[in-house]
């Protein structure tokens, strides 16, 4: 067996594997790796380190996970380890699909995690789903825009604004780095005060053409008005561009999150995942 790191050069023969998680391959903070064997890939495994670059102990979630063959689990889960402690990582998280990779729960707590089934942190709806919210028919005021209407500079720098203010916690670790072009520019969009962005709800769309949800903050006296009417905004065009089964991902990483789907989607549950963490 030879583990392989996925790299820009070489995902052209990775890429269909991946799917969705292609995208990640080459970004900051990303890594890939897979098994080979015979020319056959065996397993893959991309994760993503957290908090890299501040003085906040750098973590690690496992993102993308693929695997075949539990010996080769345990050779991907081995150089893994390794990357991660070279990178003074403290702690690793995981959830995926628990039908998807409950075979290989063996090989995660060989490898030091502790595992359970549990409930996902990620809901999945559909567009049609929006149409029952009186809030994306309301008229949205000027001052609620598409990101396509601000400068790459203009942009990076209201980024910058929100993690000064506080918007760390489930963000994108490189998304001070990303183009806006990564987003989806009409159903993303932004919060201008004073000439300026102080709040933005970004939407990308993966491989796979599934919206998800990656960026949700405003700061100031109005940042939770301003939070539900791009909300709002956000919720109206994907209605007027997108088909109403076009699937649309939502992580409800912390209190807040979770505070907000419970009450556009109450009842809406995650779907059954094995969840990992190791510290």
Same mark, same amino acid.
Request: net charge negative; hydrophobic share 40%; glycine share 8%.
């Given at each position: ?14 890429? %269909? ?16 790796? =897979? ?24 973590? %690690? ?10 010996? *080769? ?20 998280? @995981? ?14 707590? *060989? ?9 996902? !942190? ?44 506080? =918007? ?19 159903? %993303? =969009? ?23 949800? !990656? ?17 709002? @905004? ?21 209190? *807040?999150?979770?505070?907000?789907? *419970? ?17």
């Amino acid at each position: 067996m030879a583990v392989i790191d996925i790299t820009e050069d070489n995902i052209g023969r990775y890429g %269909s594997l991946l799917g969705s998680f292609a995208d990640s391959v080459g970004r900051e903070y990303y890594d890939a790796i =897979c098994v080979e064997e015979g020319g056959n890939v065996l397993s893959y495994m991309l994760w993503q380190l957290i908090d890299a670059d501040e003085e906040a102990d750098t973590k %690690s979630e496992i993102k993308g996970f693929y695997c075949t063959d539990n010996t *080769a689990a345990a050779e991907m889960l081995e150089v893994y380890n390794t990357r991660v402690s070279n990178a003074k990582v403290v702690s690793t998280y @995981f959830e995926f699909p628990y039908e998807t990779v409950s075979a290989y729960s063996s090989a995660f707590e *060989a490898a030091g995690f502790s595992v359970e089934e549990a409930e996902g !942190q990620t809901i999945t709806v559909t567009v049609r789903e929006l149409e029952r919210h009186p809030i994306a028919k309301r008229k949205m005021p000027e001052y609620i825009m598409p990101v396509s209407n601000l400068m790459v500079r203009s942009f990076r720098k209201g980024i910058t604004n929100c993690m000064f203010r506080g =918007c760390t916690g489930g963000l994108l670790p490189d998304v001070s780095h990303l183009p806006i072009s990564w987003y989806e520019p009409e159903i %993303s =969009c932004y919060v201008e005060t004073d000439g300026k962005p102080n709040g933005f709800l970004l939407v990308h769309k993966d491989k796979d053409s599934i919206l998800e949800v !990656q960026m949700l903050f405003a700061y100031g006296p109005d940042y939770v008005l301003n939070v539900a009417q791009m909300t709002g @905004f956000a919720m109206a065009a994907a209605l007027a561009l997108y088909s109403s089964e076009t699937r649309i991902k939502i992580r409800r990483h912390n209190k *807040a999150t979770a505070a907000l789907a *419970a009450k556009l989607f109450p009842g809406k549950k995650g779907e059954r995942v094995l969840r990992g963490i190791k510290k």
